[in-house]
């Protein structure tokens, strides 16, 4: 069974610091994985897509890398701005997405 | 930009009660998933359909839940006799197709967030 992992539970930074978001997972076997932005009792915004075949993948000031050997992904977001306050989640797609429990952002202005 | 809606936001509901869930996914999306997550809690997979079958479901998905795509546009999530392990948010979501970049993408519904008394 995939087991989605994702450190730290929770991040303060100030404003303009980059922010590092990590995530690992058990089984290599996978299709994709996605990184997701949720705001409090909302849905889940899709941010980025790795494919399995993919290290890196950029939009904007987010950028994903995925080493599927070892099991991670990491999340980039560079000069953090209060607006990026949220939780992230990482999600494994092997035919179903399986998610980790996320990482909870604070931008301090 | 084309998303997936879903109704209704907040539904509360007595034990026991019949309960459903509707979706209309994204245009043209071919595979249509429902996931819920129980507060404080992880993501959790239920169910994908394509092809107007289930495709795959997980232990959580038993006989007190069904999906139906009753038209071209609409995917219902149904809880036959809810229990107080139910009340959770449950999200809807969409893809287009398995074969592009962008098809790979998961697009996911704002919720219906679920109360059982």
């Known amino acids: 069974k995939q087991e989605v992992t994702q450190i730290p539970a929770a991040l303060s930074v100030p404003e303009g610091e980059n922010l590092v978001l990590n995530c690992s997972f058990t089984d290599s076997a996978i299709y994709n994985l996605q990184w997701f932005r949720q705001d409090p009792g909302k849905g889940l915004t899709s941010l980025l897509l790795i494919q399995s075949s993919q290290r890196e993948q950029t939009s904007g000031r987010l950028n994903a890398s995925l080493d599927k050997s070892s099991g991670r992904s990491t999340l980039y977001i560079a000069a953090s701005q209060p607006g990026d306050s949220a939780t992230y989640l990482c999600a494994v797609n092997d035919y179903k997405l399986s998610f980790g429990a996320g990482t909870t952002v604070t931008v301090r202005a | 930009e084309p998303e997936v809606t879903q109704t209704p936001s907040h539904q509360v509901t007595q034990m026991g009660q019949e309960v459903i869930l509707r979706c209309v996914p994204i245009?043209?999306?071919?595979?249509f998933y429902w996931y819920r997550q129980i507060l404080g809690q992880k993501v959790e997979f239920l169910v994908s359909f394509y092809n107007n079958e289930i495709s795959e479901k997980s232990e959580i998905f038993d006989d007190q839940f069904s999906v139906e795509r009753p038209d071209g546009s609409n995917f219902t999530l149904k809880i036959r006799s809810t229990k107080l392990e139910d009340s959770a948010m449950y999200f809807c979501?969409?893809?287009?197709?398995?074969?592009?970049?962008?098809?790979?993408?998961?697009?996911f519904g704002e919720g219906s967030w679920l109360t059982v008394v």
């Open positions: 979501a969409s893809r287009s197709d398995g074969i592009t970049f962008s098809g790979n993408t998961i697009y």
């Open positions: 245009s043209n999306h071919l595979y």
